[in-house]
């Protein structure tokens, strides 16, 4: 998640996808519009279905998911899987379902044992908005989902820290579960870090699971996000983000993991005589 676009959300989910893949089948949710998202290009390559090959309104198999999918494969040579809509540009956009619930269904029919999720919504935004018309917003369902361990990302300039901290004080106030959630800053240049990036992270440190600084790689910014190669920082920054997201599940639920529930199987629609 993050509090506004141009954070870095994509180029952290393909990194911590990489690095989780190595502890189960692992599956990126691309939950962009198409025309705004980096993941699309992926499919299109491979000539995966994505999206558009999972009608909503019927059943769908394990087998029928996965080939939906495009595949990728991690700096560590582990493979996972993206799902995201790999139409061409001009086709009509699809309706993609709001609800986190939907796309933790979807999950568990695809089988996979890690999901990351590419959120899109805007996070203190959307909490705020919750709170004044009394829904339950975007946010806290993606909390409620099992085993759920929120990673939020910034940018590492004064701004993207200060969006951040709004966002932070956002989810205190509404009482999240603070203790299993990992901050990403993001370089957006070489060099140390900015003064009040590097306080921000001080102050963050103390109130979340983990802050992790991902450096800048120019890598990344030419080839996006399956560049082949990685700065040595870059990796030992994945590594880590890996290692603190894993930390934060086995502090909050134990180690091994507990069994994630099931959705309920939808019953067969039997037409009336």
Not at 54 to 81: E, I, K, Y
Not at 85 to 104: F, I, K, N, S, V
Not at 174 to 201: F, I, K
Request: net charge positive; glycine share 10%; charged share 10%.
């Amino acid at each position: 998640m993050a509090a506004s676009g141009g954070n870095g959300r994509s180029t952290t989910a393909s990194l911590l996808a990489s690095g989780l893949a190595s502890s189960g089948s692992t599956v990126v949710l691309d939950l962009s519009p198409r025309l705004s998202s980096p993941w699309p290009a992926r499919l299109a390559e491979q000539g995966a279905d994505g999206l558009a090959a999972l009608p909503p309104d019927q059943p769908l198999t394990r087998t029928a998911v996965q080939q939906a999918c495009a595949t990728a494969t991690g700096t560590n040579g582990s493979q996972w899987h993206v799902l995201s809509d790999g139409r061409e540009w001009h086709a009509q956009p699809l309706t993609l379902p709001g609800p986190p619930a939907a796309w933790y269904q979807l999950a568990a029919i695809g089988g996979w044992q890690v999901v990351v999720a590419d959120t899109v919504h805007p996070l203190g935004h959307d909490l705020l908005a919750a709170r004044c018309s009394g829904e339950p917003g975007l946010t806290r369902g993606w909390y409620g989902l099992p085993y759920a361990v929120p990673v939020v990302c910034a940018a590492a300039t004064a701004d993207g820290v200060q969006a951040l901290q709004q966002a932070v004080m956002a989810l205190h106030a509404e009482g999240m579960p603070l203790q299993r959630t990992v901050v990403v800053l993001v370089g957006t240049s070489d060099g140390r870090p900015p003064a009040p990036v590097r306080a921000g992270a001080t102050m963050l440190s103390a109130r979340t699971a983990a802050v992790v600084q991902l450096p800048y790689d120019p890598n990344v910014r030419a080839h996006g996000l399956m560049a082949a190669r990685l700065r040595t920082r870059t990796r030992q920054a994945a590594a880590y983000l890996t290692r603190a997201v894993l930390a934060a599940a086995h502090a909050a639920w134990g180690e091994p993991l507990p069994g994630a529930p099931q959705p309920a199987p939808l019953q067969p629609v039997v037409p009336a005589l």
